[in-house]
T-cell receptor
Framework: AQSVSQHNHHVILSEAASLELGCNYS??????LFWYVQYPGQHLQLLLK??????LVKGIKGFEAEFIKSKFSFNLRKPSVQWSDTAEYFC??????????FGTGTKLQVIP | KAGVTQTPRYLIKTRGQQVTLSCSPI?????VSWYQQTPGQGLQFLFE???????NKGNFPGRFSGRQFSNSRSEMNVSTLELGDSALYLC???????????????FGEGSRLTVL
């Protein structure tokens, strides 16, 4: 069975600080990896995804993530956060033709 | 292109009642997944349907059931409601994982169920 672990439950940063949210998954085969974001009062939306090829993927709003297969990790990064990045971030994995499994989420609060 | 539409958006029920939630996927999407979202638990997978067939099922009791119709619309039902069923129920649709599609999920705004 596949699983996802997000290490940080709540992160507080000042504007312009750098962000890295950890995500580790467990699955023995080929995976698709996703980061979703849920802004306050809004529905979940895709931030970025890894399917194959370049392990460094870029998403919307300056976010990027790196797939490190040897570490089963897919950490999310942003060099300089803004107040508008305040949201909850979910890492997700789909192994093979299984369901998409989500982590428990990380709440990011950016202080102006 | 219209997004995923869920109805009702909000509902309040009492213990022991049942509830039916509806989901209309994005046009052309034949796969529909349901999740339960609660604070601290993230998104817990309920079921996934593709072309009217349940393809995957999560670890929820039999009180939770779902179905998909020929037009890809889906419903989920929860019978004999318990207080712990209070949650945001999310529906997501996706394209099949063929032809380079990653099968990413497109979410609706959810149906917020409160059980009193």
């Amino acid at each position: 069975a596949q699983s996802v672990s997000q290490h940080n439950h709540h992160v507080i940063l000042s504007e312009a600080a750098s962000l890295e949210l950890g995500c580790n998954y467990s699955y023995g085969g080929t995976v698709n990896l996703f980061w979703y974001v849920q802004y306050p009062g809004q529905h979940l939306q895709l931030l970025l995804k890894y399917f194959s090829g370049d392990p460094l993927v870029k998403g919307i709003k300056g976010f990027e993530a790196e797939f490190i297969k040897s570490k089963f990790s897919f950490n999310l990064r942003k060099p300089s956060v803004q107040w508008s990045d305040t949201a909850e971030y979910f890492c997700a994995v789909r192994g093979g033709y299984q369901k998409v499994t989500f982590g428990t989420g990380t709440k990011l609060q950016v202080i102006p | 292109k219209a997004g995923v539409t869920q109805t009702p958006r909000y509902l309040i029920k009492t213990r022991g009642q049942q509830v039916t939630l509806s989901c209309s996927p994005i046009s052309g999407h034949r796969s529909v997944s349901w999740y339960q979202q609660t604070p601290g638990q993230g998104l817990q997978f309920l079921f996934e349907y593709f072309s009217e067939t349940q393809r995957n099922k999560g670890n929820f009791p039999g009180r939770f059931s779902g179905r998909q119709f020929s037009n890809s619309r889906s419903e989920m039902n929860v019978s004999t409601l318990e207080l712990g069923d209070s949650a945001l129920y999310l529906c997501a649709s996706s394209l099949p994982r063929t032809g380079g599609n990653t099968g990413e999920l497109f979410f609706g705004e959810g149906s917020r169920l409160t059980v009193l």
